[in-house]
């Protein structure tokens, strides 16, 4: 697992920062031929986020995944362990669909795999922090009375 430095936290528990991606990820089944296509939405040091139509059956605790994101244009394996799993019905052109999103966190991959993760999302999360402008400072030009009313700057 990544760790920030002084073990900060990026929001609430999440130890590291994710960014959105496109990529594609092949969830590896124990039988040959099949096999589960995914997308990735979400990347992160220590884990990423997929999507897939919903096949039905239960997903195992932990996932064989081969992937890719195109920034990287590698072929990365890693095992990911399913932090959570949510099944939810897509609106598809009048049609229902049902959708699975499951969110894994890696437990085994190859050290240089995990590099180029956490070098391309801290690259992308410092780009994204650059890109934002700061926000003007707020300047007071009134101030609050005692009769509750807006006025002009007090004096003193």
Known sequence: MIHLPGNAR???NR???RVHVAGLC???AEDEGDDCYASVLDLSPSGLRIERPHRGGL???RVPLEFEVAEIDEVMWAVGEVCFDHVRKVEDGGR???VRTTGLRF????SRHLRLLRDYVLARTAA???ERKPRPAVHAEACWTPSL???RPCED
């Not at 437990?107 to 190859?110: C, E, L, N, T």
């Open 10 to 12: 990026v929001s609430g």
């Open 15 to 17: 130890l590291a920062p």
């Open 26 to 28: 092949n969830e590896l």
């Open 59 to 61: 997903l195992a605790e």
């Open 96 to 98: 229902g669909r049902l």
């Open 107 to 110: 437990v085994a991959a190859a």
């Open 128 to 130: 994204r922090a650059r």
């Open 149 to 151: 009313q807006w006025a």
